[in-house]
């Protein structure tokens, strides 16, 4: 680990500040950063620690209905919150399916957006990684590639983003504030993270210096709380990250879809909004048909980056089953973690 300035601030301007300057990162929890300073994927010169910052750890209900999650809420305290878990039941169930619950613990929400890709490549200071080092290469390409990417991808990088927590954010339509030199703005979480293309080192909108203070829900999306699930497909019970997962969201009346929204994980460098499949579950009955169509229009445009072609199958059948969990309605109590005796009745397969 390379030698760094230490800088705790105590206001958001402040922290602005120091974090503006080159080389420096942004310090909450730290459960990703700390792992990549160890392993000498990145060396910033500057840390500005952001835990004693004040007015970023509560979760309140704006005057217009929003819900507003400061940026160093912990993660369980948001799943665990009973207001907050029963308008966005779909959030509180990808946040406890994430991580262990001594992570869940520590690490912040808007930690978590800003996780960094999970491609062995990238951690592997010996591998080519364009993220990593831009101009590089890509030994993922050509390496063992069967958890990569099969929608956004590009020649330069195939890596995935790692994110529970972001993918039925996507699908409610949140909204990211972040705090800057030149002042606050709005960034659809749809737009914060980029696509790799022939960039693939810059991985968000941010600008330089940009701190995320807090992430909103708007109050339509309480319009889903009925019929919300989250559904992880992992190759182990605890402590992975997804496969593929699916955040499916429903507004059923008098028998039809009035709307409906579904994002994917795992399977690009952002949290995938599947806006062709939504278009087609409106007006629709929430049958397995329906589903059926609205998973291909999904994935019509995935295709494998190496060995991960089975990726695309499975993604359309983790669609259709979160499609199907949310049109069921949204459990009275989140269901067990995996790996509990309870997680699933007897005969049924439950991964998440």
């Not at 665990?80 to 406890?96: I, K, Q, T």
Request: charged share 20%; aromatic share 6%; hydrophobic share 45%.
């Amino acid at each position: 680990m390379n030698r760094f300035d230490y800088h705790r601030p105590t206001s958001v301007a402040e922290a602005v500040g120091a974090g503006s300057a080159d080389g420096a990162a942004y310090l909450g929890a730290g459960t990703n950063l700390l792992d990549l300073m160890k392993g000498g994927v990145t060396q910033p010169v500057r840390l500005v620690d952001l835990t004693r910052l004040p007015g970023l750890d509560g979760i309140e209900t704006l005057a217009n209905g929003d819900v507003r999650i400061g940026a160093l809420v912990r993660n369980s305290t948001l799943a665990f919150d009973p207001g907050f878990a029963a308008r966005f039941p779909a959030v509180a169930e990808a946040l406890l399916s994430g991580a262990s619950p001594q992570l869940r613990n520590a690490a912040t929400v808007g930690g978590n957006l800003l996780q960094r890709t999970r491609c062995a490549y990238f951690y592997d200071t010996a591998s080519a990684c364009n993220r990593r080092v831009p101009g590089s290469g890509c030994d993922a390409r050509d390496g063992e590639n069967r958890l990569h990417a099969v929608l956004g991808w590009s020649e330069q990088c195939i890596a995935t983003h790692p994110s529970d927590f972001c993918v039925p954010l996507v699908a409610l339509d949140a909204i990211v504030e972040v705090e800057g030199v030149d002042g606050r703005r709005d960034v659809p979480l749809a737009a914060l993270h980029r696509l790799p293309g022939d960039t693939p080192h810059v991985e968000t909108a941010l600008m330089p210096g940009e701190l995320i203070v807090a992430i909103r829900l708007p109050a339509a999306a309480g319009a889903f709380a009925a019929h919300q699930r989250y559904i992880k497909v992992r190759e182990r019970t605890s402590y992975a990250f997804a496969v593929v997962s699916a955040a499916a969201a429903l507004d059923i009346a008098d028998g039809r879809i009035r709307a409906g929204r579904l994002a994917l994980g795992g399977v690009a460098a952002r949290p995938w909004r599947a806006a062709a499949a939504e278009a087609l579950l409106t007006g629709e009955a929430p049958t397995r048909a329906t589903f059926e169509r609205a998973a291909e229009a999904a994935l019509a445009d995935a295709r494998a980056s190496g060995d991960n072609g089975y990726k695309i199958a499975l993604a359309r059948r983790i669609a259709v089953r979160a499609l199907i969990r949310a049109a069921a309605g949204t459990p009275d109590r989140l269901p067990p973690l995996p790996a509990s005796p309870f997680a699933a009745a007897a005969g049924e397969i439950d991964h998440g």
